[in-house]
T-cell receptor
């Protein structure tokens, strides 16, 4: 089965609130993680990444947290906007994996209510 | 920078015909390109990995004779769906890894919607 999964398949938040999207991974050899945003009918768009030697990384309005102890990854979006509505995927790279392939999680659909 | 394009964006074809999808890295050289398939409301599933100048590596369950991949240059990879059938209808997405780039960042194309009648 897939080694990357998500706790919540859908998430609905009010505009202006903070959003937290979670992801569980099972492969302890994973050393690089990426969050992607995919809008309907489009390809995935890079949001933020984190290496396994870090536990937190911040971008503009987004923060990724990595907890290697429990193999958990989260994406926090501050002051969620209607334009944030999309499906969010986490992806992992397994250290030494074949040609650096990424394994994608199932995705969480984020809906932002105005 | 790091733009990947795909052509066509959508294609409708009759069952039994072949369809070619192009993936181009516009402003960087890509030693490795990846092809994914995505069914509605599902995640991306890796089909194959192609390296410039060599044969593609296919994931388990993906028929290499049906999904022909050619990576003839550092900026172009093509996926040809041969003898397409309705079950091949899907969203096909490519990604490219920058030769000079970072850890393992992949840049994705906008996808190609294939509908087989």
């Amino acid at each position: 089965g897939e080694s990357v999964g998500l706790h919540l398949p859908t998430l609905s938040v009010q505009e202006g609130d903070n959003s937290i999207i979670n992801c569980a991974y099972s492969n302890s050899a994973s050393d690089y993680f990426i969050w992607y945003k995919q809008e309907s009918g489009k390809g995935p768009q890079f949001i933020i990444d984190i290496r396994s030697n870090m536990d937190k990384r911040q971008g503009q309005r987004v923060t990724v947290l990595l907890n290697k102890t429990v193999k958990h990854l989260s994406l926090q979006i501050a002051a969620t906007q209607p334009g944030d509505s999309a499906v969010y995927f986490c992806a992992e790279n397994i250290r030494g994996g074949s040609q650096g392939n990424l394994i994608f999680g199932k995705g969480t659909k984020l809906s932002v209510k105005p | 920078g790091a733009v990947v394009s795909q052509h066509p964006s959508r294609v409708i074809c009759k069952s039994g015909t072949s369809v070619k999808i192009e993936c181009r890295s516009l402003d960087f050289q890509a030693t490795t390109m990846f092809w994914y398939r995505q069914f509605p409301k599902q995640s991306l599933m890796l089909m194959a990995t192609s390296n410039e100048g060599s044969k593609a590596t296919y994931e388990q369950g993906v028929e290499k004779d049906k999904f022909l991949i050619n990576h003839a240059s550092l900026t172009l990879s093509t996926l040809t769906v041969t003898s397409a059938h309705p079950e091949d209808s899907s969203f096909y997405i490519c990604s490219a890894r920058d030769r000079a780039g970072g850890y393992n960042e992949q840049f994705f194309g906008p996808g190609t919607r294939l509908t087989v009648l």
